[in-house]
């Protein structure tokens, strides 16, 4: 069964960073691609950032600036690094991994396969 591990959330202050990080438990991040995703309360959930297979990356206006994608593929591991973080980035935030190896992922989450359990961000003033 395909698992996805975030770890990196949790609370900080208005102004503040956080690193979030996902591993996934089968494929390799050279095969597949990975985006972040978040649920604000009382909202649907929102696309932030992908990385392709091939390391290309691409943002949602809204975070493009203040949060950037990456990987290390010695770790097998994908990173939203966040900075000036604000309060109405509170969410709980997503990994997914690609449906289709070798597939181009975009901003529509039919494009991926597999998600993690979600990890909380608080952004207080």
């Known amino acids: 069964q395909v698992q996805l591990v975030e770890s990196g959330g949790g609370l900080v202050q208005a102004g503040g960073s956080l690193r979030l990080s996902c591993a996934p438990s089968e494929r390799t991040i050279t095969l597949v691609g990975m985006g972040w995703f978040r649920r604000a309360p009382g909202k649907d959930r929102e696309f932030l950032a992908g990385i392709n297979w091939t390391g290309s990356t691409f943002y949602a206006d809204s975070v493009k600036g203040r949060f950037t994608i990456s990987r290390d593929t010695a770790k097998n591991t994908v990173y939203l690094q966040m900075n000036s973080l604000k309060p109405e980035d509170t969410a709980v935030y997503y990994c997914?991994?690609?449906?289709?190896?070798?597939?181009?992922?975009?901003?529509?989450?039919?494009?991926?396969?597999?998600w993690g359990q979600g990890t909380q961000v608080t952004v207080s003033l």
């Open positions: 997914a991994e690609g449906a289709e190896t070798y597939g181009y992922i975009g901003g529509r989450e039919a494009s991926y396969g597999y």
